[in-house]
């Protein structure tokens, strides 16, 4: 059974950082992506950024400039430092991990809340 921590998450002042972390806990097949959703209250999930198995990562717009993905592969660990927060940015935050070969898997992890206000 794969599990995924994610912890970082808490309350900041417009302009200011937090990072996320996520770590993956259990057997896990290489060659995976790992991403980070984020859920606004009233508001679909969304993407908001993603870093592949070969490292190639991909950003929202919203966030393009401000965040950075990275993963250490060795921790199994993924994580997003996030910069110039706004109060849009509020959220919670997912963690995403997914192999989209055979085999298949799709983990998500529980959620950290983001909230970004004076």
């Known amino acids: 059974q794969v599990r995924l921590a994610e912890s970082g998450g808490g309350l900041v002042q417009p302009g200011g950082s937090l990072r996320l972390s996520c770590a993956a806990s259990?057997?896990?097949?290489?060659?995976?992506?790992m991403g980070w959703y984020r859920q606004a209250p009233g508001k679909q999930r969304e993407l908001v950024a993603i870093?592949?198995?070969?490292?190639?990562?991909n950003y929202a717009d919203s966030v393009q400039g401000r965040f950075t993905i990275s993963r250490d592969n060795a921790k199994k660990t993924v994580y997003l430092q996030m910069n110039s927060l706004k109060p849009e940015d509020t959220a919670v935050y997912y963690c995403?991990?997914?192999?989209?070969?055979?085999?298949?898997?799709?983990?998500w992890g529980q959620g950290t809340l983001v909230t970004v206000s004076e």
């Open positions: 995403r991990v997914v192999r989209w070969v055979v085999p298949l898997f799709d983990y």
């Open positions: 870093v592949t198995s070969g490292g190639s990562t």
């Open positions: 259990g057997n896990i097949f290489s060659a995976y992506d």
